[in-house]
Nanobody, 114 residues
Framework: QLHFVESGGGQVQPGGSLLLSCVAS????????MGWHRQAPGRERESVAS???????VYADSVKGRFTISKTNRNNTMYLRMNNLKPEDTATYYC????????WGQGTQVTVSS
């Protein structure tokens, strides 16, 4: 059984930074792909960043150059470093792993406003 618990969200002014953490209930080192999605009210849930088992990553165009995804098997944690946050980044951010039964965390709220 795989479970995710996200944390690190909060309210920040435009241009600020946050570090989101996703703690997994088991080893995530060998997972082929996992990542972060976000959903704003009235919007479709969208992929923000994904990381592969070889450490390579892909990002949504809207966050390229500002967000960095990483993971470590040391504590089974995946991170999302978010820099230069914009109001349009406001959303609930979810840890995600695809599969026969996709796994989602409970989400952590990020609010970017002045």
């Amino acid at each position: 059984q795989l479970h995710f618990v996200e944390s690190g969200g909060g309210q920040v002014q435009p241009g600020g930074s946050l570090l989101l953490s996703c703690v997994a209930s088991r080893d995530i080192y060998a997972m082929y792909i996992m990542g972060w999605h976000r959903q704003a009210p009235g919007r479709e849930r969208e992929s923000v960043a994904s990381i592969y088992d070889d450490g390579s990553a892909v990002y949504a165009d809207s966050v390229k150059g500002r967000f960095t995804i990483s993971k470590t098997n040391r504590n089974n944690t995946m991170y999302l470093r978010m820099n230069n946050l914009k109001p349009e980044d406001t959303a609930t951010y979810y840890c995600y792993a695809p599969g026969v039964t996709p796994v989602w965390g409970q989400g952590t709220q990020v609010t970017v406003s002045s």
